[in-house]
């Protein structure tokens, strides 16, 4: 396991993280700030680059 995948495992075992990520994540969706709710293929394509290490977006 690498340190990434340690990090977060140790995030998820701390659910009073989580309920607060949660309160936040309820007050706006970045997606409807957009306009591209509905365009789950151009969300993929998103979160596919953003969790791709070989991408040039500095998230390894």
Do not use: C, Y
């Not at 607060?20 to 293929?41: A, C, M, R």
């Not at 394509?45 to 500095?58: D, F, T, V």
């Amino acid at each position: 396991m690498d340190k990434n995948e340690a990090a977060l495992l140790e995030f998820l075992k701390d659910i009073d993280v989580l309920q607060e990520v949660e309160k936040f994540s309820n007050q706006f969706n970045v997606f409807e700030i957009l306009g591209v709710v509905n365009t789950e293929i151009r969300h993929s394509n998103m979160l596919a680059w953003l969790l791709n290490p070989k991408e040039i977006h500095g998230l390894d």
